[in-house]
């Protein structure tokens, strides 16, 4: 039996199935002592032979060399692994329930054993938690299992982190070692940091976060995954009704890493709108239909979008205040265009609802004067257009609930002097926002 120095760090990997064997012979490979367990007896006599129990490039290999090194091994008993060790990594299988919801009792089942070890276990032990689940998950059930059954207290006895595994399968061993980022979540800084070094000297950002948000970057991951592969089906579904060759035109489309493949339109804010989203929308899920095409994802998007200024308008009405003052009103920023601009939707439905409006938006305003856009409001808009001032004070002043829809620095100054009598409803996190998380007078919907 080979020894080795009593300061390497030491691992437990509950769960030896995609994530765990990838996580285990990844991390022995990289000198780490890996200790795996099992429920189930015949993946841990695999692997207890050398031999890998899934089947992924390279995995084969590096299983054969960990176990022949005796840097990895495996155990039947499950409070012992956990003693022997300095981390426990839990990457055992979250599947879904009949209704949707994410099934947590592999989870429990593991972190009760764990629980059991930590209760009589005397040094520090941080329990890592690898697999999906849904925000809250972690803090509200795990956590409180782990503490119930240890007598101890998460990170003042032992550490609790969240490190989302982001590897595909066929790709996995590779995709663990050259990963698009290592994200951890973690009940106190030494767990995060004693976590984030399993990582040295692999490449990609690194975030450490509140444990919640941790558990939600993996869904946001996925979602988007799901909805970029079912975008390109629809489109390309389009594209071959139409004759066209949806790759030459994806090509294009992929091209454009300004607007497309980019970071643009990806932070939360207000609903969309304006002269051609709304309009190009409506056409090309008119022409699917027209050729008897589903296409589900393209034509919920509208409706996604009124449900988004539906939010706003709830926040406004629940809020039992009559003066609402609206900061921007044109569809976006340094713009007098107001076609399809959300922000003319809400201060329409709420003049239709009674509410006592003033608006402030300079570049409309200043079009109301000087023709560029008089004809459109004068003609479409006239009850709003004798509500816009150019003073962003006024609005203030006349305000119970101030909606902000600009970050322009005006509406910032103004914004700065409401006080803890207004609501703020915060539709575009104005810089700064992020402190007033908490404040109830201040509010996002997006944010
Ligand atoms: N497969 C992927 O590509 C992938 C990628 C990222 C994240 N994930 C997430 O990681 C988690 C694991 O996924 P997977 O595909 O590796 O699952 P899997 O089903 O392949 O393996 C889970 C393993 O856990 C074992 N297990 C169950 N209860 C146990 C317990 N109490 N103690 C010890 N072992 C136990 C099972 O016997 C099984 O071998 C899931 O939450 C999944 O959503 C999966």
């Not at 976590?195 to 946001?220: C, H, S, W």
């Not at 304006?274 to 239909?289: E, I």
């Not at 004070?393 to 910032?412: I, L, M, S």
């Amino acid at each position: 039996m080979p020894t080795f120095p009593d300061d390497l760090i030491s691992l437990s990997v509950f769960g030896l199935g995609y994530v765990g064997c990838v996580s285990a012979a990844c991390l022995a490979s990289r000198g780490y002592r890996v200790i795996g367990v099992d429920a189930n007896p015949a993946k841990s006599e695999f692997l207890r032979q050398g031999t890998s129990p899934i089947l992924e490039e390279r995995i084969g290999q590096l299983t054969a060399e960990s176990v022949a090194s005796g840097l990895l091994t495996v155990s039947d008993d499950p409070e012992q692994a956990v003693l022997d060790t300095d981390i426990t990594l839990v990457c055992v299988g979250t599947p879904s329930e009949p209704g949707g919801g994410l099934s947590t009792r592999y989870l429990e089942r593991a972190t009760e054993d764990i629980a059991r070890a930590l209760a009589v276990k005397a040094g520090w032990h941080v329990v890592v938690f690898r697999s999906t689940m849904v925000p809250g998950t972690c803090e509200d059930v795990l956590i409180p299992t782990l503490e119930r059954g240890s007598g101890k207290r998460a990170g003042s006895d032992f550490g609790v982190c969240l490190n989302p595994e982001f590897l595909r399968e066929g790709s996995s061993v590779r995709d663990f070692l050259d990963p698009p980022k290592t994200v951890v979540g973690e009940s106190d800084p030494r767990s995060g940091e004693m976590v984030m070094q399993l990582y040295d000297g692999l490449p990609g950002p690194r975030f450490r976060l509140p444990i919640a948000a941790a558990e939600m970057t993996k869904y946001v991951d996925n979602s988007f995954h799901a909805m970029k592969v079912a975008f390109a089906n629809e489109i390309g579904a389009i594209c071959r009704s139409l004759g066209l060759d949806s790759h030459t035109v994806m090509e294009v489309f992929l091209a454009d890493t300004k607007l497309n493949i980019s970071t643009a339109y990806l932070r939360p804010g207000f609903a969309f709108g304006g002269s051609c989203l709304p309009k190009d929308l409506r056409a090309l899920t008119y022409t699917a239909r027209h050729h008897d095409l589903d296409v589900p994802l393209l034509a919920n998007v509208l409706p996604s979008n009124e449900a988004h200024l539906r939010r706003a308008l709830d926040v406004v009405t629940s809020s039992v205040r009559r003066r609402v003052g609206i900061f921007g009103l044109s569809f976006k920023p340094d713009t007098d265009d107001l076609r399809e601009s959300p922000l003319v939707e809400l201060a329409e439905r709420l003049v239709g609802k009674g509410y006592q409006l003033k608006i402030y938006d300079a570049n409309v305003y200043m079009s109301r004067l000087t023709g560029a856009n008089r004809a459109y409001i004068s003609e479409r808009l006239p009850h709003l257009g004798e509500l816009l001032t150019d003073d962003a004070d006024e609005v203030v002043e006349h305000a119970e609930v101030c909606v902000v829809g600009t970050r322009e620095p005006a509406v910032v100054s103004a914004i700065d002097r409401c006080t803890d009598d207004h609501l703020v409803i915060d539709l575009v996190r104005l810089p700064g926002a992020e402190r007033r998380r908490d404040d109830n007078s201040y509010v996002g919907i997006g944010w």
